[in-house]
């Protein structure tokens, strides 16, 4: 059957070929993930929420060492700290105007004579220190708060792992849909074409009295449906368009790759075995696990002792009597051991081994999780499959159907109605063989994602040539317009 364009398809191509296609880039699944691992914000987000996390394990590790600071103070008293002698033992009686008499007269007189009070310091104090503190055993404190840190790292990166194969699934709905979106267009201008010369026919039909004129009135209204038809999926193709270049954040990026099925589906049982050996949600879980482990830990600390050391070194103290009997430095080993605490310690134990428990569980139920999820995604992979292949049989009986059809409508042996839905027909396999091949497409990648095999679908999509629609091997019946 020749095909011709439409006045109509003409006005839909305008738009598109003058316009978008002027600018238009042709961009590979490779290079569109590419593309969107650098522009991608939410990845971008994802390796700061990583940065931050491996900067905190950093400085947890200097909880390991010793922490040195420099103090100063300024004192104001009321009044001056002074020793009078006459308070002290044997010379209290002095006070009175008495000697003991063990002391001489003559040294009493002298003794009276001399001043009784000394200050120890001044009013106002200044003092300076260099002060060192460094706890050697803690209980495991400090050992399982790194150990939390850590695990907070490893929790982060699995998160961002997920939120790259999510991204993953993300691309390839839309890449792909903007594929099934522009076939479905084409498909239906085709459709448009074919009615269009089928109404040429039928008005030649009528004004030779062939047939009558509610045939070709039929004609008209199928034409009139498949222009509304055609409008809305390009529409649909634009908007995929659309929502493509928004995600990787050009202007006109068009799709280059095709749709396409692999000759042979992969192995469920090496899936399975694949996806719980290293899918980032369990290992999400591990670490999240081994933070619960490092919480029980802190609070099992809570019941033992602490041990440090500390020294002391006087940088600047003022010419008071006091500050010359004090030590320039000092050095010591202080014991901390908590007896009774009103902090609920034996309840903070129990508060974190049930997280510990609840990781545990939870990474149990995630197990079984994705092993549903692949069984589930395989299952959808044979039976998009399974579609496309019966299709093929549809295919050939709508195609065969219409040749009859349109033969027997030009001899005047079938009506117009029949023309019609035989050409509807074809159209709506068409166009189920195609969204069958995108329910393909979607079901490989999400196994792909799951079991961490990216780069094998971005081969698989390079080498699309594996299988194509049964359609594309008709010639000119349904050629790449782009």
Known sequence: MSVRLSIFALCLLLPLSAQAQQQRQEISFDQAWRQLQTVSDKLKANEAQVSRAAALKRSGDALDYPSVGISGTYTHLDKPVELDLRDLNPLASLNSGELPITIPPALGNLLQGLPMVTPLTEQDIFRASLQALWPIYTGGKISAAQSIQKAQVAKQQQASELAKRELFTTLVDRYYGVIVTHKAWQTQQLLVDALSEHLEHAVKLEAQGQIAKVERLNAEVALSNAKVNAASAMRQYQMAQFALNRMLHTEQSEPDSRLFMLKTDPSLPQLTQLTLAQHPALKLLEAKEAQAQGLVEVEKSLYLPTVFLYGNYTLYEDDSLASQMEPDWLVGVGVKMPIISNSGRGDKV???????????????????????????????????????????????????????RELAFNQGMSTSVERVDAQVKLTGVQTQQLAATYRYVQAYAKLMAVSGQLDEFIARSSQSTEWRLHTEHKDGENHDAR
């Open 350 to 404: 129990e508060a974190a081994k049930s997280a510990l428990l609840q990781a545990r569980y939870t990474k149990a139920q995630t197990r079984q999780d994705l092993s549903l999820l692949l069984d589930q995604s395989f299952r959808q992979l044979e039976q998009a499959r399974e579609e496309v292949i019966s299709l093929n049989t549809s295919l050939t009986l709508a195609e065969e159907n219409l040749r009859l």
